[in-house]
């Protein structure tokens, strides 16, 4: 969902390709804290949205905290990021039921449904900010970037999955995995995917190749582009790199097929990774595999218990790409804490990558809060945050930096192979380092 939504772009000459990335000397899978940021260091001036706010106690009283968040809960093609608003839900009333942020309580309004339609996507960020003075928009995973509009005239800061570019070059938008969908090159790449990559051969990807497959519109072509760069810090070959498929999903794959098991020289390429929502995922991997695949299939939208449950034959042994930690391993304390607060508030909601994004965005915009004081205006939490302030969860949520993750995403991933009824965890939460580029 993350990718088919939009990638991280960086720019390429007209004729669509890139310029060629040296390999690193050592891409190496280190903690999730304490990254190297290879000195790389944003100008605030720069980014936009950086006004004081015109009504900095909007949505806070002695008492309260207001918040809702804006997301697709729907599509026309049937995905959706549903289970986020359970997601913040089951954050906040944990928050609350331990007295709140500095003793007030966070009024959660919901998560308004944009449809996955720019226009709605406009219009509903006006309801939260002009009818339900919103103090915080949180949580925020959408595909389009309309809301910043009025965001930023407004002054909101918004916490969520960084999968448009508003989370980009602005002060005002949090991801808590950083701001993946840059549409300029700033110099430095973050090294997740020549590490998830790596991690599908045991530590070496020298010389593999790979095929990008997206969704047609200049955000995905744009984020292919970047995808590629960061493959080639590990010395993985691009062999395909296209969008064959429209937004509201894939009717005929035949053509993306007979091009990928031929792309490699004559031959198809090592791993085959989907910038596509789930149900186009399913369709391609589907015929690929009927068409004699043998090589790897990686995914952002594989990995959901349900899948597993459900024990799809095509997806089986293929893997997902998380930016954190799954849901598996409760022996984390932080794990443990998500799930037995899924389990207490939002009982019926499963942990999927929406419900798992929203439950970080919230805790997220909870520690941010908590950790600026009592004296909570928009201007003071905005200011505290892009002052050196840093988000990370042990062991479950890589570190992100602020203001460098406004314009790059943090290097972390996490990998996960689907095997029967069960996910196998490939790789647990690692991050690398930027690079430049």
């Known amino acids: 969902m993350a990718l088919a939504a939009g990638l991280a772009a960086c720019s390429g000459d007209d004729s669509g390709t890139t310029t060629p990335v040296a390999v690193a000397a050592e891409v190496v899978a280190g903690p999730e804290s304490g990254w190297d940021d290879a000195g790389f260091a944003p100008d605030v001036s720069t980014m936009r949205c950086g006004q004081s706010a015109s009504e900095p106690s909007r949505g806070v009283s002695d008492t309260e905290i207001t918040v809702g968040g804006l997301a697709y809960l729907t599509s026309p093609n049937g995905s959706s990021m549903a289970g986020v608003e359970d997601g913040a839900k089951a954050r906040f009333e944990r928050a609350n039921a331990e007295g709140g942020v500095n003793g007030r309580k966070i009024n959660y309004i919901g998560t308004l449904d944009d449809g996955y339609d720019p226009g709605r996507n406009s219009s509903q960020a006006k309801v939260l900010v002009d009818q339900k003075k919103v103090f915080a928009a949180v949580p925020v995973l959408t595909g389009y970037a309309n809301y910043l509009d009025t965001f930023c005239s407004e002054t909101v800061p918004f916490f969520g999955w960084g999968i448009n570019d508003s989370f980009c070059k602005t002060t005002i938008g949090f991801g808590f995995t950083g701001c993946l969908v840059s549409k300029e090159d700033v110099g430095y790449l973050p090294t997740t995917y ?67 098991m031929t792309a490699d020289k004559g031959s198809p390429p090592d791993v085959v990774l989907y910038g596509l929502d789930f149900n186009s995922t399913l369709k391609m991997t589907e015929a690929l595999n009927a068409a004699g695949f043998e090589g790897k299939h990686l995914s952002t939208v594989s990995y959901d218990p349900r899948l597993a449950a459900a024990g799809l034959p095509a997806l089986q042994k293929s893997y997902a ?111 690398g380092s930027l690079v430049k580029s």
């Open 194 to 260: 020549g590490l998830t990559i790596q991690a599908l051969f045991g530590g070496d990807a020298k010389g593999k190749t790979t095929a990008l497959v997206g969704v047609d519109n200049d955000t995905a072509r744009q984020g292919l582009d970047y995808l590629e760069r960061q493959m080639q810090t590990v010395g993985v070959n691009v062999v395909y790199k296209e969008t064959p498929f429209a937004a509201a999903g894939t009717s005929d794959t035949t053509a993306a097929v007979n091009a990928i």
């Open 321 to 431: 790409l998380l930016q954190w930690q799954p849901a598996i391993d409760t022996t984390i304390p932080a794990i443990k804490q998500l799930v037995d607060d899924f389990a207490k508030y939002a009982p019926t909601t499963a942990l999927s990558l929406p419900a798992m994004a929203g439950y970080w965005s919230a805790d997220m915009f909870i520690t941010a809060a908590t950790k600026a004081g009592r004296d909570l205006t928009v201007d003071n939490l905005l200011k505290f945050m892009n002052n050196n302030y840093s988000y990370y969860v042990e062991g479950a949520v890589g570190e992100t930096r602020w203001p460098l993750n406004h314009v790059v995403s943090a290097p972390c991933t996490a990998v996960v192979q689907l095997d029967g009824a069960k996910y196998d965890t490939i790789t647990k939460l690692v991050c």
